[in-house]
């Protein structure tokens, strides 16, 4: 997981969920966001895990812009699927996730929200 996007392992129905977490962060000046929706990773294995998810962010009070977003996230049910996550995956298993240029166009879209000046003060708090 180290080294590769996030989105790499959100099931591909989800990821509009990251964006808005990412929206609201910035909307709320750096304050805690919590995702109304669950989102669903998808296991080594191809099995979706659901989980509640935390966001924060780091806003530069130099720049005014939001440099680091963390995010925690709750497991909340058992794998839908096969319960060993890191199990071979099955002959023929196609992983519901989204092809790379997808993710690097996802990840831009990103970087753009997170590049926007903040007006008026900034509340940075990390979870």
């Known amino acids: 997981m180290i080294g590769r996007s996030l989105f790499c392992f959100v099931y591909a129905p989800d990821v509009h969920i990251i964006r808005q977490a990412h929206i609201d962060l910035h909307a709320g000046?750096?304050?805690?966001?919590?995702?109304?929706?669950?989102?669903?990773?998808?296991?080594?294995?191809?099995?979706?895990?659901?989980?509640?998810?935390?966001?924060?962010?780091?806003?530069?009070?130099?720049?005014?812009?939001?440099?680091?977003?963390?995010a925690r996230h709750k497991l909340v049910d058992a794998p839908v699927g096969d319960a060993n996550v890191l199990g071979v995956p099955a002959d023929g298993f196609v992983s519901p996730v989204l092809p790379q240029p997808m993710i690097r166009m996802l990840e831009e879209d990103l970087r753009q929200i997170m590049a926007k000046v903040y007006s008026g003060p900034v509340i940075s708090r990390l979870i």
């Open 29 to 70: 000046k750096g304050r805690i966001v919590r995702s109304t929706a669950s989102i669903r990773f998808v296991a080594f294995n191809g099995a979706l895990i659901r989980a509640e998810t935390e966001w924060s962010a780091y806003v530069n009070p130099w720049t005014r812009k939001m440099e680091l977003v963390c």
